[in-house]
T-cell receptor, first 115, second 113 residues
Framework: GAGVSQSPRYKVAKRGQDVALRCDPISGHVSLFWYQQALGQGPEFLTYFQNEAQLDKSGLPSDRFFAERPEGSVSTLKIQRTQQEDSAVYLC?????????????FGSGTRLTVV | QQQVKQSPQSLIVQKGGISIINCAYENTAFDYFPWYQQFPGKGPALLIAIRPDVSEKKEGRFTISFNKSAKQFSLHIMDSQPGDSATYFC????????????FGSGTRLLVRP
């Protein structure tokens, strides 16, 4: 596709509910990153995939957060038993080269609100 | 911990003026310093970037100045326009850790007509 596509654009979840956020990267992009952006803050790194391999998950805040990219293309970020502090915009970015070497293209994000 | 410090938090500039945003970093393992522009409801978009072996880079009205010894870099927007009103983030990429980007806290720029 022309850009990085994320769905849904908005998600309201009741506390304790599980959610799944989808990212469709630019076709052929090797690297895929997930970031979390709290209101009024800069994005913070969550996890990194190179093709289907999850090479870095050091930014995932707890074991309730899980990400996968099984075929090296579409990625899903899953949050189990959502808490109010999980409310944020979740951004996906992809890059042509490994390790984001050619720069990232970000999607518009999914705004998650936990009530 | 905040590895990239950005200032000011907000900035108001008259149309045609110069907007200057500053960032400072601590970690010497950064190898790439991009600036991103973000409009409400959109993801960050790459504006301009610089590597530490270059002291200045200019693209149109946007210039990055980089001071390696001081560990500081700045974005200058010349002839600022109302359409430049957005939030700007500096970032630094860690070459020792998955090449992830560490972002500053952002500067909200308002350019008055």
């Amino acid at each position: 596709g022309a850009g990085v596509s994320q769905s849904p654009r908005y998600k309201v979840a009741k506390r304790g509910q599980d959610v799944a956020l989808r990212c469709d990267p630019i076709s052929g992009h090797v690297s895929l990153f997930w970031y979390q952006q709290a209101l009024g803050q800069g994005p913070e790194f969550l996890t990194y995939f190179q093709n289907e391999a999850q090479l870095d998950k050091s930014g995932l805040p707890s074991d309730r957060f899980f990400a996968e990219r099984p075929e090296g293309s579409v990625s899903t970020l899953k949050i189990q038993r959502t808490q109010q502090e999980d409310s944020a915009v979740y951004l996906c970015a992809s890059s042509l080269g490994g390790q984001g070497v050619y720069g990232y293209t970000f999607g518009s994000g999914t705004r998650l609100t936990v009530v | 911990q905040q590895q990239v410090k950005q200032s000011p938090q907000s900035l108001i500039v008259q149309k045609g003026g110069i907007s200057i945003i500053n960032c400072a970093y601590e970690n010497t393992a950064f190898d790439y310093f991009p600036w991103y522009q973000q409009f409400p409801g959109k993801g960050p978009a790459l504006l301009i970037a610089i590597r530490p072996d270059v002291s200045e880079k200019k693209e149109g009205r946007f210039t990055i100045s980089f001071n390696k010894s001081a560990k500081q870099f700045s974005l200058h927007i010349m002839d600022s326009q109302p359409g430049d009103s957005a939030t700007y983030f500096c970032a630094a990429r860690r070459m020792d850790s998955s090449y992830k980007l560490i972002f500053g806290s952002g500067t909200r720029l308002l350019v008055r007509p």
